[in-house]
């Protein structure tokens, strides 16, 4: 189409002064100053599918629905695809395909073959922090009925796992191009998976996925999931190639001496919100921040953090390199769920080229994990919510054999013998014998 309108405007060029006073009246420079859409990108999260159009500068669309089948229809005036739809792992639960084409007069018409009962939100985020100008269109299912699954025991020590940005955001980027969404996610998984085999706690993953989830949302699923701690995982990035170990955040105010590097790190995290494409009015400000921690009377919160962050810090230390040998205080948005001890852990530099590929290792993200898992049981235990765990001991009778023993309890004769410290098989009565966990 452009092509097609300069061709014109070369034809009409000898003829007159018509193209000069056109170009001073800055019409010329309208008709050639298409948009281009540069990329498109879909993230699948569970409850709606965001799509992400980068654009070359603001554009003026249209979006509307169609029956019949079901479609959902974007007009961009005065813009030029640049972009292929093909890499998009289509269809996912709400998007079955995706179609463009030209309109007349420069509109690019994109058509979204979606499943029945989705519902569109759409927004553009102007360009800042190095993104560009964005088109974001939300694909919201029908609510189902949500079934409410009965947490498996009331009295459960919940822990909620909060995997750093994801989707649109992918927070630090290493320079061998590793992203820390994804560093952030394996390890929260690692975590859960420690968690949920600890019998008496359980684990919430704030975000399962590759997808974004809004700062505040975070802290709502938190507090509504009744969880009694809260660790957001991270990896940080700086100029400098070799810095490298972990730190360990808590919320606070700024305090009678400021710590600049943490308010700096803090409004890194805190744009976040920009990054992966909240609405403008939905990204947390600084006041909101201020707001809750002038509320004193969740005061409780911030001094268990504090306790917490020193015994997660400790336990780092006696593992891996650390960077600040203290815990470090600023506003962070994700923390804001003061009743409850919340960290935010900084695992390491993602900028380190040797820490960036230690950190994409299973076994990393597993030690890790691990440090965080058992600083979580230290701190409950202190508390005397976390029971020791008693080891299962079975008394020997009249007939029995290791054999009988290994069966009735679903485990194997070598690990009994082995626990134990059996040399042979023959058993007295009335001895006492340790179990393996089954
Ligand atoms: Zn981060």
Redesign the pocket.
């Given at each position: 189409m452009p092509q097609q309108k300069r061709e014109k405007v070369i034809h009409y060029l000898p003829s007159s002064c018509l193209l000069l006073l056109m170009l001073m009246c800055g019409q010329v420079h309208f008709a050639y100053a298409a948009a281009t859409i540069d990329d498109i990108r879909m993230w699948t999260a569970p409850d709606h599918t965001r799509l992400v159009l980068d654009l070359s500068q603001k554009v003026q669309y249209n979006l509307f629905r169609l029956h019949n089948p079901e479609r959902i229809v974007i007009d961009i005036k005065n813009t030029r695809m640049n972009a292929k739809a093909s890499h998009l792992k289509l269809p996912d639960p709400v998007l079955r395909s995706i179609r463009y084409g030209k309109q007349n007069k420069g509109t690019t018409r994109i058509v979204l073959d979606v499943k029945d009962g989705v519902s569109p939100r759409s927004f553009l985020l102007k360009k800042a922090h190095g993104k560009p100008n964005r088109l974001v269109i939300d694909l919201i299912p029908k609510t189902k009925k949500v079934i409410k699954t009965a947490k498996t025991n009331h009295d459960d020590i919940i822990i909620a796992v909060d995997a750093?940005?994801g989707g649109e955001d992918p927070?630090?980027i290493g320079p061998n191009k590793v992203y820390?969404k994804t560093i952030t996610l394996g390890i929260a998984k690692e975590l859960a998976k420690l968690i949920n085999a600890q019998p008496g706690m359980k684990a919430i993953l704030v975000r399962t996925g590759d997808y974004f989830v809004k700062l505040g949302d975070r802290v709502k699923k938190v507090r509504n999931e009744g969880a009694d701690m809260m660790i957001s995982i991270?990896a940080d990035a700086v100029q400098q190639r070799y810095v490298k170990g972990a730190s360990v955040y808590t919320l606070s105010e700024s305090g009678a001496t400021p710590d600049r590097v943490a308010a700096a790190l803090a409004a890194k995290?805190n744009a976040s919100d920009f990054m992966g494409g909240a609405l403008p009015e939905q990204q947390v400000s600084d006041p909101f921040i201020r707001n809750i921690l002038g509320d004193m009377a969740k005061r409780d919160g911030l001094d268990s953090s504090e306790m917490f962050a020193n015994i997660l810090l400790k336990q780092l230390k006696a593992h891996f390199p650390i960077k600040y040998n203290k815990p470090k205080h600023a506003r962070f948005a994700v923390l804001t769920a003061l009743e409850i001890p919340s960290v935010l852990v900084e695992v390491d530099y993602i900028s380190n080229p040797e820490r960036e590929r230690l950190l994409t290792t299973k076994k990393h993200q597993h030690r890790i994990a691990k440090a965080m898992f058992a600083a979580s049981k230290t701190y409950f235990t202190r508390f005397g919510m976390l029971k020791p765990v008693k080891p299962k001991v079975h008394t020997v009778h009249r007939g029995e054999s290791l054999w009988s023993i290994a069966k009735q309890y679903g485990v194997t004769v070598s690990s009994i013998r082995k626990l134990n410290g059996l040399k042979q098989q023959t058993l007295k009565v009335g001895q006492r014998l340790r179990l393996p966990q089954s």
């Open positions: 750093g940005h927070g630090a820390e991270h995290e």
